[in-house]
Each structure stands twice: as structure tokens, then as C-alpha cells.
């Protein structure tokens, strides 16, 4: 199971169901690891481990129970962090067994999948004064779930040398060695603590990046695009260049990987960008722009519906989105940007579309009642918008 854009690595795990994720970190998983670390150690205070890790488990939300699972093993672990590193290395999973592991039960063989989260914050928090331990350990958890979030600690403390490692995995024959490479850097990683130094100059992952901008797994190279599309924040002038140069003799995937990695600079209508993606300033009418629900009401859908045609004597390929401009809490609006269609539109034709937008409860956003808008979009460029009313 992998979620777009999400911060941990799931690919390793075979659990489908819709099960909330703080519900991973369970008292099976806390016994398993209180298991495993007591095998590699017999002084390793088994029980006391498991009833400070799983103490009132069911009232904590993920990052809290995993960050309790944390201060457990700073408690019961050994005070040199070379023993209690050993005693984390020789509780771990066979990497072979660690991709058929189900994250929500325990595994005879070893710790993997949401076991190492916890394990990974550790490392990153007192691991500092040992460097080279702590580098085998993000690489030996990274193979089992992922470190990207401990190896932040290093990225903000030790960059130039962090950085060296992290050139060398570049070309590690595992996958999931060389995703941390581009996942761990990420400027913007969501749920982690920023990389300001690399917000400010993205500059020394681009070397990182360009290594792994051809690798042969995907989901290595979805990583880079998610890499690419956090600086494009920052430095979207930068992205649009880098765009460019990639995209001369690319492959299929580097093109995809390129339009991932711009799909922030191309909601925005980023000129530089569009243009090097091939898609100019529109030459397009819009006849038509009708709002078929002028009054929605919370829970059902705006559908709206318009009619372009083509002013060009050429082809050309088309890029058409929407913006829902949201009612605020003090009157004011806050648009967002939804991808709806790309196409070619020949010269002379017209394009018809309508579209349901779902105005219903999310947990990214609070509605509000009144007055409310919808964009259209095209290239980047606003042709037109039409209001409605939102009721509650």
C-alpha cells in the first residue's frame, strides 16, 4: 500500500484495510519489539520496556505513541549507544522477510515496518556523537520501513558529511537505500521538521537527484519528483531550468518524473514552466461558463459546465484546471487549484465539459457559508470565473 506523497514508506507492507495509522503502533507491536530486543540481550528489562511503551496507549494519536515508544528505549536501552545500536541491529528482521512483514502483528523472525519508526527517531536523537554506527543503522531500518525522518537530525547537524553518505548510496544496489537518499533530503517533508539551509539553497541535492533522476524503480523516482516539486516551492525558476534540461532525450519515466515534479509550478501557472512543458500561452474563446447549481448545499456537489474554442491555426495542447475560491471565516477567499483535463484542441474546435465538484467535509479544510467562486483555468492563464452560493 503506498500513499501519494506520504512520508513513511508503506510499500513494504501488506495490510489493505482502511485502518487509522496510529492504530499500527498497538501493544502487539510494542511486545514484539520488547521480544526482539531481550533475544539480542538477555539484560534488556523486557517488561518494564513494554509498560512504559504501551502506557495508555488508546488515548494517543500516532506521532505521540510513537514518540513514547521512543522515550521507552531511551529508558531501557543501554546508556552506550554502540550497545543499544548493536541490540537494534540484531533485533531487526531478515531484509528478505522484511517485505512480506504485516505492520499490524508481530514478526517471529524480527522488527520491521512501523516497529522501526520509533527505532529511527531514536538514532536521530542520541545518535549524533556516533556517526558511522548511526549511518549503518538509518540504512539497515530504511530497508525494513524508512529512516527518513531520523537521518533529518544529521542532514541539520553534520550536512557536508551526511551528504557524502547519502552520494554514496546513490548507487546501492536497494531500492529503499536509495529512496532515503531523495525522501530524507526533501526541503518540505510533510509530518517532519524542514531543512531550512536546503529551503534557502536547494544547490547541494541537485547532484543527489541528477543520480537518481533515471533509477530503475519507480517509486525511487517518484521520490525525486516529490524532492523536485518541495525546492519548486522556494525556486521555481530553478525547477523550470532543471525541467528543461531533463527533459531533452528523456524516457517516458523521466517525463513523467519531470511533470510530477512540476505539478506545484503548473497549478500555479508558472509561465517558465508551462513553456517548457510545451504548453504556450492559450489561444482559446470561452463561450461559455455556466454554474448549473447556483445555490449548493453542504454535503452535495457544484457542477458547472463551458465551452472552449480554439483561435489558433495550430494545435495545441491545453492544460485546463479550476479554482474553487473558498469562502473565509472573515469574509474574505482563499482559492484552491483542482487538475480537470489536458488535451489537444485542434484549430477551430470546440471543447464541451462538465464537471461535479463535491463540496462535503474534509479534514484539510472549514467551510463556510456565502458566497463562493469557481476559475477557469487554462495554461496557467484565468480566462473567467462565475460565483455561487454555498448554504450550511
Avoid at 41 to 62: P, Q, T, V, Y
Avoid at 347 to 359: E, I, R, V
Wanted: hydrophobic share 40%; aromatic share 8%.
Amino acid at each position: 500500500m503506498v500513499f501519494e506523497d506520504t512520508p513513511l514508506d508503506l510499500g513494504k507492507t501488506k495490510h489493505c484495510m482502511p485502518e487509522p495509522f496510529k492504530n499500527f503502533f498497538n501493544k502487539s507491536i510494542i511486545k514484539s519489539m520488547g521480544d526482539h530486543f531481550s533475544r539480542a540481550s538477555s539484560e534488556f528489562d523486557r517488561a518494564g520496556f513494554i509498560k512504559a511503551a504501551a502506557k495508555n496507549l488508546e488515548a494517543l494519536e500516532l506521532k505521540e505513541r510513537s514518540a513514547q515508544i521512543t522515550e521507552a528505549l531511551k529508558t531501557f536501552m543501554p546508556n552506550d549507544f554502540e550497545k543499544a545500536g548493536a541490540i537494534m541491529l540484531a533485533s531487526l528482521a531478515p531484509e528478505d522477510d522484511a517485505v512480506n512483514f504485516n505492520g499490524s502483528e508481530a514478526n517471529v523472525k524480527g522488527l520491521a515496518s512501523w516497529a522501526i519508526m520509533p527505532m529511527v527517531d531514536y538514532v536521530g536523537l542520541y545518535g549524533l556523537k556516533h556517526f558511522d554506527l548511526s549511518m549503518t543503522l538509518f540504512k539497515e531500518l530504511t530497508k525494513r520501513s524508512s529512516s527518513e525522518f531520523g537521518i533529518r537530525f544529521f542532514l541539520l547537524k553534520e550536512p557536508k558529511r551526511t551528504l557524502s553518505v547519502l552520494k554514496k548510496w546513490t548507487h546501492d544496489p536497494n531500492c529503499d537505500v536509495r529512496r532515503l537518499v531523495s525522501e530524507g533530503s526533501r526541503p518540505r517533508l510533510p509530518w517532519a521538521m524542514q531543512l531550512p539551509a536546503f529551503i534557502e539553497n536547494p544547490s547541494p541535492l541537485l547532484p543527489l537527484l541528477e543520480a537518481l533522476k533515471d533509477d530503475p524503480e519507480e517509486y525511487v523516482r517518484r521520490s525525486v519528483a516529490n524532492n523536485l516539486n518541495d525546492i519548486a516551492k522556494d525556486h521555481p525558476d530553478l525547477i523550470a531550468q532543471l525541467a528543461g534540461r531533463w527533459l531533452k532525450n528523456a524516457s517516458k519515466n523521466r517525463e513523467r518524473l519531470v511533470r510530477h515534479a512540476c505539478r506545484t509550478l503548473i497549478k500555479q501557472g508558472h509561465v517558465k514552466t508551462l513553456k517548457t512543458l510545451g504548453y504556450d500561452a492559450p489561444k482559446i474563446k470561452l463561450e461559455n461558463l455556466k454554474i448549473l447549481t447556483p445555490r449548493v448545499t453542504f454535503g452535495d456537489a457544484l457542477q458547472f459546465e463551458l465551452s472552449l474554442t480554439s483561435t489558433s491555426k495550430k494545435t495545441q495542447p491545453l492544460i485546463i484546471d479550476y479554482a474553487i475560491h473558498h469562502r473565509k471565516a472573515n469574509g474574505g477567499a482563499s482559492p484552491k487549484v483542482f487538475k480537470w483535463k489536458t488535451i489537444t484542441l485542434t484549430p477551430d474546435a470546440t471543447l464541451n465539459a462538465k464537471k461535479k465538484h463535491p463540496m462535503r467535509k474534509i479534514t484539510t479544510r472549514v467551510y463556510y457559508p456565502g458566497t463562493h467562486k469557481v476559475e477557469i483555468l487554462v495554461n496557467g492563464v484565468s480566462l473567467r470565473s462565475e460565483t455561487f452560493e454555498l448554504a450550511i
